[in-house]
């Protein structure tokens, strides 16, 4: 049991540092060289065309800057099917780090070139790279992981992805390199990562389901398992995958179309869409947005709120941790019924304290400890549990669509929610949390009436379990039990 959690949380770590860090790195990386970036366009443009630029256009660069990382997401998003499917999930993840190596070149030499255009097509190829690394990660890890491991080890992507914030945060840190002789090099920072993975991930063997159910190596899988699990007897996890492939009865891998179509795995497309490719309508970019005017309210000056936005990463950190020691014992679908409520009350009760933040000297640290256990409830419910249900709910023919169509609708959300963001909170103020409370309380809802848990159960038990979903009624009922014969079959050989 040592061996195989030691070698299985070893490629976690080396999956992670080249994954989903590099999507939390991006997110928050681009704050603090924001003045120094505008600055510099300034001073390129009158060099040019020999008259400064208006704020207009000043303000249009910036935006590019920032919104075209999401477009590089959402490209990259639509790659991961071909590419895993086509190249495997190692190689996608090692292919995953190019334009990650090339994005840190362009924004490195782009001062020294003269050239903003080279940071915004660098923020592009940063976007494919986390666009990729995302879904391919999330897919591999899990797909490596034991039936009792398996909630575990997903959720290392959640805590990969919050200890990129963190370091985002910390490296734009003025005493480290958020000075304005060294954006450049911050904005290189993603390189590192890169490299780490590139020097590292050969040494690890692609997933074992991969392996056997797409490429038909059962003596590669075999070799995987042992390697990433130990010598001990794992013949009944290899029998279970055997069971899957067997169901699948050599179908070619599924495309986003068959995805949306199938009726045989509608509920886990339901299930998919509602719960996972819509998290960004949580409101959790929306709290962030709101917590710099709070913590200035309770009388941080504004240089000290970078010191808070650390202690706000480290919470995320810590609780996608305690996420994943509870995800196996408390179960996925208590802890996001739970989490979703919780933040339903947290969104309620933080709109009201806004309201009243100008009336009351308490209310803004009333708002301040709400944003903490906001962040709190998403970190221990779908900012982990999320990581491993695409991979729990879908079988190996329908995953690769399912990781590509949620990849994509979240990049997409994440456009449109920044674009229109600012009109929101401009029309609505603080009661914008309304929104995403009606989301965060449907979710529970949802959760808790209709999503089955997945703790513990094979693939096929937990297909089993959406099939007396997708087949109601009289002739859903006939389906399901041919179904379900052809399913027991396989299972006993």
């Not at 038909?216 to 013949?235: F, P, R, S, T």
Request: aromatic share 12%; proline share 3%; with cysteine.
């Amino acid at each position: 049991m040592q061996k195989m959690s030691y070698n299985l949380f070893l490629l976690a770590f080396v999956l992670g540092i080249g994954g989903t860090f590099q999507y939390g790195l991006q997110i928050s990386i681009i704050n603090s060289p924001a003045e120094y970036i505008k600055s510099f366009i300034r001073e390129t443009w009158l060099k040019r065309y020999g008259s400064s630029p208006s704020e207009e256009i000043t303000t249009l660069m910036w935006s590019f800057i920032v919104s075209i990382y999401t477009i590089g997401g959402l490209l990259g998003s639509m790659c991961v099917k071909y590419m895993s499917v086509t190249f495997g999930r190692k190689k996608s993840m090692l292919l995953a780090n190019i334009p990650a190596l090339l994005s840190a070149t362009l924004m490195a030499l782009s001062r020294l070139s003269g050239s903003f255009e080279m940071i915004i097509i660098g923020r592009l190829f940063a976007g494919v790279c986390a666009g990729l690394g995302l879904n391919i990660h999330i897919m591999y890890v899990g797909e490596c992981a034991p039936q009792k491991l398996r909630g575990v080890i997903a959720i290392t992507a959640s805590t990969a992805i919050a200890v990129g914030k963190f370091a985002g945060f910390a490296l734009g840190l003025r005493e480290v390199l958020g000075v304005e002789a060294l954006w450049p090099v911050l904005m290189a920072a993603n390189a590192i990562p890169a490299l780490i993975q590139l020097l590292t991930l050969p040494f690890f063997p692609d997933s074992p389901r991969y392996l056997l159910i797409d490429k038909k190596d059962k003596e590669g899988c075999i070799k995987a398992v042992k390697q990433l699990w130990g010598d001990g007897d794992h013949m009944a996890e290899v029998d279970d995958m055997i069971a899957e492939q067997e169901a699948i009865r050599g179908e070619k891998s599924k495309s986003v179309c068959d995805l949306v179509r199938d009726k045989s795995v509608r509920w886990q497309f339901i299930t998919l869409f509602l719960v996972s490719s819509c998290m960004q309508l949580i409101g959790v970019n929306v709290v962030y947005f709101y917590a710099y005017n709070v913590f200035l309210k309770v009388g941080l000056s504004p240089s000290q709120t970078r010191y808070v936005s650390l202690g706000v990463g480290i919470t995320e950190i810590l609780t996608t941790a305690l996420c994943g020691f509870l995800v196996d014992r408390a179960g996925r679908k208590a802890l996001l019924w739970k989490s979703h409520t919780a933040m339903a009350l947290a969104l309620g009760l933080l709109t009201i304290t806004l309201a009243l933040q100008d009336s009351f000297s308490w209310t803004p640290y009333c708002s301040a400890a709400l944003i903490f256990i906001f962040i709190m409830s998403f970190g221990l419910g779908p900012a982990g549990v999320l990581c491993p249900l695409p991979t729990e709910i879908f079988i190996q023919s329908y995953r690769p669509a399912a990781y590509a169509f949620n990849g994509a609708s979240n990049w997409i959300q994440l456009f449109f929610l920044g674009l229109l963001f600012p009109f929101i909170v401009e029309g609505l103020g603080s009661f914008c949390f309304i929104i995403f409370l009606a989301y965060c309380l449907s979710m529970a809802i949802f959760v808790y009436l209709v999503v089955p848990e997945t703790k513990g159960k094979t693939m096929l038990q937990i297909m089993e379990e959406f099939n007396r979903l997708n087949y109601r009624g009289k002739k859903g009922q006939e389906a399901l039990q041919q179904n379900n014969c052809s399913l027991t079959t396989v299972t006993r050989l």
